[in-house]
């Protein structure tokens, strides 16, 4: 006897408003009611729609990065109830297939302006941009930053169970106590609750105010359930091994990409896509016991994208900022630099800044901490694969033609798309960023700083003696809240 039909146990409209979906939900609470149910060891499919909500258009205008709404996102579909799942079992996920509907064969990566979401490098890059991709097949090309092409490695960037409400209320205590901790002008260090924009899928009333007053954001991920990890080798074939906290388990999914890089820097930084993934799902019955698991773990897949031994170029990068600061072992910073001397590379070819930013998001880059024991340096590697470039990128291409930009190659690119009246973005020099900063000279890594109030002590973002301190004394003498925009990968 042949096997039956998959079943779609989730579907989405992209014709609808997300909010108005009731098999949809934007924040993690026990409460949300089941959008589903899957046996234990069946196949199903489930339809994701963009983790904005439909919110950004195939256009040439940012227009719609500068003003997405944030508190609406991200939009996943479930929880689904995974029968005989029960608190202390283990929820095995394993990934059948990705792909985008049919009828949107597109995606894209944007960077938000920093007065809403910023990113990764938002202190040098402020403005609003994005980049449409068009896909054909497995391969997908963009307009917005031409000579490149490349095979997608398509993933979900979220999956997860429901946290119980003794986990839910552990998150919203330790995040909590972060955010008093470190009271910032102009950063977020973390997402408290928010009732505004709530989505709790079929809930109503009092339930939904509920998940609104106490329902965690979906930004970071977390060690007791996964969730937003944007782990790119989450592709086909890959198991993950989730934890269970709840009755049924409580599964979500959401936030489909095309493609990403290693750390998607630009917080909406994969080619984000509307689509269907295939997943079966295996109950282990006391699995979090056995397997002694306090945070997920996975076995990817054998698909990926190969690119040959020697096909890739790899820029180093230590815990030394752009103003010559030393900090120690931060790999936010090392890494934040190891991005800079790729996009510096990139010039060379007539690439803007704000494409290559765009393209390091999106594109299969090799991201790796070389090394994390040398005081006072961590170094970060970046592995930008040549073959994506229809053209030659080597050094001897440079090298060969005198350093001459024209000679080795330098093209007319074009230019992303950015918001209306701006044409190329703004680039903030160092001594700029200096002058102007409302948090002072001190880096949380990453670009995310702090202003110095009274006699507090400085501390390094990255872990480690000087970083400790300085938060302690922080946590002691400073106590409030933080106002502002960097929130978490998409």
């Known amino acids: 006897m042949g096997k039956s039909a998959i079943r779609t146990v989730g579907k989405v409209s992209l014709d609808k408003p997300a909010a108005e979906q009731s098999n949809l939900h934007n924040r993690w609470h026990p409460d949300i009611p089941f959008a589903g149910t899957i046996k234990n060891g069946e196949t199903v499919?489930?339809?994701?729609?963009?983790?904005?909500?439909?919110?950004?258009?195939?256009?040439?205008?940012?227009?719609?990065?500068?003003?997405?709404?944030?508190?609406?996102?991200?939009?996943?579909?479930?929880?689904?109830?995974?029968?005989?799942?029960?608190?202390?079992?283990?929820?095995?996920?394993?990934?059948?297939?990705?792909?985008?509907?049919?009828?949107?064969?597109?995606g894209f990566t944007g960077i938000f302006d920093k007065s809403n979401g910023g990113g990764f490098l938002d202190e040098i890059y402020p403005s609003a941009a994005k980049a449409i991709w068009d896909?054909?097949?497995?391969?997908?090309?963009?307009?917005?930053?031409?000579?490149?092409?490349?095979a997608g490695l398509i993933h979900p960037g979220i999956l997860g169970c429901a946290p119980s409400q003794e986990v839910l209320e552990t998150w919203n205590s330790r995040e909590g106590e972060l955010i008093a901790a470190n009271k910032l002008e102009d950063r977020h260090v973390a997402m408290p609750p928010e009732p505004q924009n709530v989505h709790a899928g079929s809930a109503k009333d009092d339930a939904k105010q509920k998940v609104g007053k106490e329902g965690a954001r979906t930004i970071?991920?977390?060690?007791?359930?996964?969730?937003?990890?944007?782990?790119?080798?989450?592709?086909?074939?890959?198991?993950?091994?989730?934890?269970?906290?709840?009755?049924?388990?409580?599964?979500?999914?959401?936030?489909l990409h095309f493609s990403q890089g290693d750390g998607e820097i630009s917080f909406c930084g994969a080619i984000e896509m509307a689509g269907v993934i295939t997943i079966n799902?295996?109950?282990?019955?006391?699995?979090?016991?056995?397997?002694?698991?306090?945070?997920?773990?996975?076995?990817?897949?054998?698909?990926?994208?190969?690119?040959?031994?020697?096909?890739?170029?790899?820029?180093?990068?230590?815990?030394?900022?752009?103003?010559?600061?030393?900090?120690?072992?931060?790999?936010?910073?090392?890494y934040?630099?190891?991005?800079?001397?790729?996009?510096?590379?990139?010039?060379?070819?007539?690439?803007?800044?704000?494409?290559?930013y765009l393209l390091l998001s999106c594109a299969p880059i090799q991201g790796h901490v070389a090394g994390i024991v040398d005081i006072p340096n961590a170094c970060t590697t970046l592995g930008l694969p040549v073959d994506i470039f229809d053209f030659?990128?080597?050094?001897?291409?440079?090298?060969?033609?005198g350093g001459d930009s024209i000679k080795a190659g330098k093209r007319d690119m074009g230019s992303c798309a950015f918001e209306t009246g701006v044409e190329t973005g703004t680039v903030v020099e160092p001594k700029d960023r200096a002058k102007g900063s409302k948090d002072g000279e001190?880096?949380?890594?990453?670009?995310?700083?702090?202003?110095?109030?009274?006699?507090?002590?400085?501390?390094?973002?990255g872990g480690g003696g000087g970083g400790g301190d300085g938060a302690r004394e922080v946590k002691d003498e400073h106590k409030g809240t933080a106002v502002a925009n960097i929130m978490g990968g998409a």
């Open 45 to 106: 499919k489930i339809e994701c729609v963009d983790w904005t909500g439909g919110q950004i258009g195939n256009n040439d205008s940012a227009d719609d990065m500068r003003n997405v709404d944030l508190t609406k996102i991200h939009y996943l579909t479930g929880p689904f109830e995974v029968e005989t799942a029960e608190p202390g079992d283990v929820l095995l996920v394993e990934i059948m297939d990705v792909q985008p509907f049919e009828d949107q064969p597109w």
């Open 135 to 150: 896909f054909e097949g497995i391969y997908c090309t963009s307009r917005h930053i031409p000579h490149v092409k490349f």
């Open 220 to 255: 970071p991920g977390r060690p007791e359930h996964g969730g937003n990890c944007d782990i790119k080798n989450l592709s086909r074939g890959s198991k993950v091994y989730l934890p269970v906290h709840v009755q049924g388990a409580k599964f979500s999914v959401g936030d």
């Open 281 to 334: 799902f295996k109950v282990i019955k006391d699995g979090m016991a056995q397997l002694n698991l306090k945070s997920p773990i996975y076995i990817p897949g054998p698909v990926e994208p190969h690119f040959g031994p020697g096909r890739h170029i790899y820029f180093e990068g230590f815990s030394v900022d752009e103003h010559g600061k030393q900090h120690y072992m931060d790999v936010a910073v090392a």
């Open 336 to 356: 934040r630099q190891t991005t800079l001397r790729c996009i510096e590379y990139l010039r060379q070819f007539g690439y803007s800044d704000y494409q290559s």
């Open 392 to 401: 030659d990128i080597m050094p001897e291409a440079i090298l060969s033609s």
């Open 442 to 461: 001190h880096s949380f890594g990453g670009g995310l700083t702090y202003k110095e109030h009274g006699n507090m002590s400085s501390g390094g973002g």
